[in-house]
């Protein structure tokens, strides 16, 4: 069994082998790095600014954002596959994104001369160019910022971190998933609908509550106030768990 520090060590060097095998190798050297500890984010707290190079020139984030939603979601690096089909995935769902009027921006700790070169594969083999920013952070600031890098699962490349900062710049979803999986995306524009319906209505969603499905009534809110606010009526299974339809569909 190995220890945790061991794991560590271990993924991070199965990652270089696969990063030695797929990236190009004219690449310029890597910059020192130091990982520092950087403090967690949690839900309610404000979104960190940064200003930080893009496949989209230097984006100030906080500006950028405007005042609309963002996605800002890490990968551990570039040339790699996981990442590469994840991109792609994301581009072919920016129309989705933009209908919630949500900005999504990506993240790895490589230089944008990679990010450039790996556009090329995205477009090639993914069926969609690269239509939202990709940071480069090779000097790890954001990754830092919003505690991207995780040591024990590997020493200096970023986890799959997501996060979901509203209009106000406040974090609204953490989620983090090992470099081995994949993310679906789908599901973050499910938790988007949930946020932006919930954010205007007194109810929330249940588990695998898809749009248009059923809601459920807050607790805070009482039956002569339900009544009145939703006109469709509701089922009334126990005082607490109460279900309407969406209202606003
Ligand atoms: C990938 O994106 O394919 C990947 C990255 C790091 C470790 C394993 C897979």
Redesign the pocket.
């Known amino acids: 069994m190995l220890s945790q520090h061991e794991y560590g060590a271990e993924?991070s060097r199965?990652?270089e082998a696969?990063r030695a095998a797929t990236a190009p190798t004219d690449r310029p050297a890597a910059p020192p790095i130091e990982v520092r500890p950087s403090p967690s984010l949690r839900l309610g707290d404000k979104a960190p600014d940064f200003t930080q190079d893009s496949t989209q020139g230097p984006i100030r984030f906080h500006e950028w954002m405007g005042d609309s939603w963002a996605v800002l979601f890490s990968?551990?690096?570039d040339f790699?596959?996981?990442?590469?089909t994840?991109l792609g995935t994301v581009a072919r769902l920016k129309p989705e994104f933009d209908r919630r009027k949500v900005k999504v921006i990506g993240l790895s700790v490589d230089p944008l001369f990679f990010h450039e070169q790996w556009a090329g594969d995205i477009a090639e083999t993914q069926g969609a160019e690269l239509n939202f920013p990709l940071l480069a952070d090779a000097n790890r600031k954001v990754a830092q910022l919003y505690d991207m890098i995780h040591p024990n699962a590997?020493a200096t490349?970023t986890v799959r971190s997501v996060f979901i900062i509203d209009p106000d710049k406040t974090v609204r979803l953490i989620h983090t998933y090992p470099?081995?999986t994949?993310r679906n995306f789908d599901e973050l524009l499910r938790v988007i609908d949930s946020l932006q319906l919930t954010d205007d209505q007194k109810v929330a969603t249940p588990a695998n509550w898809k749009p248009g499905e059923d809601v459920v009534i807050l607790p805070s809110v009482r039956n002569d106030e339900a009544d009145k606010l939703f006109p469709g009526g509701y089922r009334e299974l126990k005082p607490y768990l109460r279900i309407t339809p969406q209202p606003n569909r």
Do not use: I, N
């Open positions: 993924k199965s990652f696969m990968h551990p690096a790699t596959p996981v990442c590469t994840e590997h490349e470099a081995s994949g």
